[in-house]
C-alpha cells in the first residue's frame, strides 16, 4: 500500500555489518517469484557477508545515505505539503458550495513515490508526489488555485507548472527539497486516511492523464511486493543505480535506463537469487543481463488481465510494440515497456558497460580488486575523435531551465535521426549537461547576441541589454555526443540530420508558447582536440581503467574506434551551416539557429579557411 511518507525503515544509516539470515529462507526457497524459478536459491557463505559490508563501506562516499536528521526533514517537508493538499481540498470544496461539514470528511492524500518510496534516495535527492484529491476536484483547479497557494508560501522557491506534459507536474524547491508532484482525480466522493492505490478498479473511467500520474505509485508499489528481501533489493539497487550514473547511462529522457527501469532489472535478480546478499546480487546483476536475449521481455510478474480500455503492452496485439529494443515492462495495470526511449546506439552502449560490469565484479569477487573500481567514471572524451556538441544559451536563468528542458527531450531523436545516416555506428551522447558561459565571450563576460541575431523590442525588465539594446545572454548549457564512423574516407553529410533537430525543438517551442527572445540553440562539430574550448583540462586528461584494471587507451570508443581523421569539409544551408577547418585550423563547425521574434533564423561563423560548398563532413 502506497504510504503519505515513509516511515523509519526508510533510514538507511545503519552502519552495522550486515549479517545472515534465515528469515523465511524456507518459504523462498519453495516459491516461485516472477515468471520462472529462481536460478539459485543458496544461502549467503562467510565470504558474501564480508563483500556485502565492503559494498556498504564502499558506497558511503558516494552520498548515497541519507542522515536521520535529513530523513527527518523529507518527512517534515512531506507533512506540511500535505497539510496544504487538505487546506486546498477543504477550500476548493467551499467553493464549490460543498457544505462545511462535508468539506471536512473528503480528505486527499500525498503519496511519494520513485527512489525516495523504494528507500534508496541519495542525498539531495528530489522527491516524486503524488495528490490525491476525489472526483469534485478539477485538474483545472490543481495548476490554478493550488499553484496560487504553493506561491504564497514562503517555504516554496522556484515553483513552475508544466501543465502541458505526457504527465503533467508541478516542480518545486520545498524548504530546501526539490519536489516533483503529479495530480490524479479519483472517482470518488472522498479520499480516506489509509488508502490503497493498488486496486485496479480504481481506474474505470479515469482519463489518461490521471492514469500515468497514478501508475508511478501503482509500480512502486508493486516492485516492493514482488522482491524477495526488500532490504537486500535496496542496497543492490543502491549500487547498481550509483554504478549507472557514474558510467553515463542512467537517463530514461535521452534513450538510456531511467530509476524505474533500474529498480525492475534489480528486482528480477532479486527473484532469480532469492537468498543471496547485495554483493552476490550484483555481480549476478551484470552476469544475467550482460547475457539477456534482446528484446526478450524483462517481466516481474505474469500480466494482470484487467478489461478497462487503457492501451498495454502487447506485441501480439500492437505492431509498434515489436520494435522495443529492450523492453522492461511495468509490473502493475495498465503495463508499459519503460524503456520506449531506447535507441540501437544506446542498446550498445547499455550492453557494452553490462559486459564491462561483468568482468570488473568477477575480479571483486575473485578478491583481485575493491568495489571502487566499480564505480570509477569512465572518460567519455577519450573514447571519441568526432563530437557534436549542442549548446542552449538564453538571457534569464527561468529561460534557461525551460529551454534546456526542452532540448534535452529532443535529444533522443537527433539520436535516432543520426543512426539512421548509414556511415555513422554510434552515436553515443554524455547524459551530463555542462553549463559554461557562452563561446566567444570576452574574458569570460555575457556574450552580447550578434547583430541580427535578435531583434531588440520592449521586454520583461529582467533580460539584460547593453548599450545597443541587444540582449545579453548570461546561460549557456552544453551537451556532447560523441561519433563513431563505419569506415574512413567517406563523405558523411550532416545537414539534414541537424537541421531536423532544431526545427522540431523549434517547432515545440512555438507550440507550447516557450519562445523567448535571446533563446538560441546551436550544434557544432568538433574534433577531440578542440574540447578545451568548452572543457576544463581536469576532464579531458582524467584517463580510464579497462576491467583488467590496466589505463585504458584514448580512442577506445566500444568496439568501434573511429579511424584517424584529418578533414572536416563546409557546407551550408539558409538554416544550418557545417563549415571547414584543417588539421591546423581552430575553427568548428558550427549549426546555430537563433530565435527572431519566434521564428528561426540561421547564422554563421565564417572561417578564416578557405570554404568550399559541399555538404559533407570528410572521414579519413
Given amino acids: ?66 542522515s536521520e536528521a535529513e530523513m527527518h526533514h523529507r518527512m517534515e517537508v512531506l507533512g506540511a505539503l500535505h497539510r496544504l493538499v487538505r487546506q486546498w481540498i477543504r477550500d476548493e470544496s467551499l467553493r464549490k458550495n460543498m457544505p462545511p461539514s462535508v468539506a471536512d470528511t473528503v480528505g486527499g492524500n500525498i503519496y511519494t513515490f520513485g527512489s525516495y518510496r523504494l528507500g534508496v534516495h541519495h542525498r539531495g535527492a528530489d522527491i516524486d508526489a503524488l495528490c490525491v484529491a476525489p472526483r469534485h476536484i478539477e485538474r483545472c483547479d490543481y495548476f490554478l488555485t493550488f499553484y496560487d497557494l504553493l506561491k504564497q508560501q514562503p517555504q516554496v522557491k522556484d515553483l513552475r507548472a508544466v501543465e502541458d506534459a505526457f504527465v503533467p507536474v508541478i516542480k518545486m524547491n520545498f524548504d530546501g527539497i526539490e519536489i516533483d508532484l503529479l495530480f490524479a482525480r479519483l472517482a470518488l466522493k472522498e479520499i480516506p486516511d489509509s488508502f490503497d492505490l493498488r486496486d485496479d478498479m480504481l481506474l474505470k473511467n479515469l482519463d489518461q492523464k490521471c492514469v500515468r500520474s497514478l501508475n508511478g505509485c501503482r509500480v512502486t508499489d508493486e516492485i516492493l511486493r514482488l522482491v524477495p528481501n526488500i532490504n537486500n533489493f535496496r542496497l543492490t539497487l543502491r549500487a547498481i543505480k550509483l554504478w549507472a550514473k557514474r558510467h553515463g547511462i542512467y537517463s530514461n529522457t535521452l534513450g538510456y535506463l531511467g530509476g524505474v527501469s533500474w529498480a525492475m532489472l534489480v528486482a528480477r535478480t532479486c527473484q532469480l537469487y532469492p537468498n543471496a546478499l547485495p554483493a552476490t546480487l550484483v555481480h549476478k546483476f551484470f552476469l544475467v543481463f550482460s547475457q539477456w536475449k534482446w528484446p526478450q521481455p524483462v517481466l516481474l510478474k505474469q500480466p494482470d488481465h484487467v478489461n478497462l480500455g487503457f492501451p498495454v503492452w502487447d506485441p501480439r496485439v500492437n505492431v509498434a510494440d515489436r520494435y522495443h529494443l529492450m523492453p522492461i515492462i511495468t509490473p502493475a495495470y495498465p503495463q508499459q515497456n519503460s524503456t520506449f526511449n531506447v535507441s540501437a546506439s544506446t542498446r550498445t552502449i547499455i550492453m557494452e558497460e553490462f559486459r564491462l560490469g561483468l568482468a570488473v565484479t568477477d575480479e571483486i569477487m575473485l578478491g583481485k580488486c575493491g568495489w571502487e573500481r566499480l564505480f ?33 527531450s529532443k535529444i533522443r531523436h537527433l539520436i535516432a535521426t543520426l543512426e539512421r545516416n548509414q556511415h555513422i555506428t554510434i552515436a553515443h551522447v554524455n547524459p551530463e549537461c555542462y553549463n559554461s558561459v557562452p563561446l566567444n565571450t570576452n574574458n569570460g563576460q555575457p556574450l552580447a547576441l550578434p547583430p541580427g541575431s535578435t531583434i531588440p523590442r520592449e521586454t520583461s ?160
Fill in 461 to 620: 525588465p529582467e533580460l539584460n541589454k547593453n548599450d545597443k539594446g541587444e540582449v545579453v545572454v548570461n546561460h549557456c548549457s552544453m551537451w556532447f555526443i560523441g561519433l563513431v564512423f563505419e569506415k574512413t574516407n567517406v563523405n558523411v553529410d550532416l545537414t539534414y540530420d541537424i537541421s531536423s533537430f532544431t526545427k522540431a525543438v523549434l517547432y515545440q517551442a512555438e507550440n507550447t508558447n516557450m519562445l523567448r527572445e535571446g533563446l538560441t540553440i546551436e550544434a557544432r562539430h568538433v574534433r577531440r582536440k578542440q574540447l578545451h574550448q568548452y572543457l576544463s583540462a581536469s576532464l579531458l586528461c582524467r584517463r580510464e581503467r579497462t576491467a583488467s584494471g590496466n589505463k585504458r587507451k584514448p580512442d577506445g570508443a566500444l568496439t568501434h574506434p573511429p579511424k584517424k581523421s584529418k578533414r572536416l569539409s563546409e557546407s551550408s544551408t539558409d538554416e544550418v551551416s557545417i563549415l571547414s577547418y584543417n588539421d591546423d585550423s581552430n575553427s568548428s563547425n558550427l549549426c546555430e539557429v537563433n530565435i527572431q521574434n519566434g521564428s528561426a533564423n540561421g547564422t554563421a561563423e565564417t572561417p578564416k579557411a578557405d570554404a568550399s560548398t559541399s555538404s559533407t563532413i570528410a572521414c579519413t
Fill in 1 to 66: 500500500m502506497s504510504k503519505m511518507w515513509p516511515a523509519s525503515q526508510y533510514s538507511h544509516t545503519n552502519t552495522q555489518p550486515i549479517k545472515a539470515t534465515n528469515e523465511h529462507q524456507n518459504q523462498q526457497n519453495l516459491k516461485t517469484l516472477g515468471m520462472t524459478s529462481a536460478i539459485s536459491t543458496a544461502g549467503p557463505k562467510p565470504i558474501d557477508i564480508e563483500k556485502t559490508n565492503d559494498l556498504k563501506v564502499s558506497l558511503t562516499p558516494f552520498g548515497v545515505f541519507e
Fill in 376 to 408: 570509477e567514471a569512465p572518460n567519455f572524451f577519450s573514447r571519441y575523435k568526432h563530437f557534436i556538441v549542442l549548446l542552449a544559451s538564453s538571457a534569464s536563468a527561468d529561460d534557461q531551465l525551460q529551454w534546456c528542458g526542452l532540448i534535452e
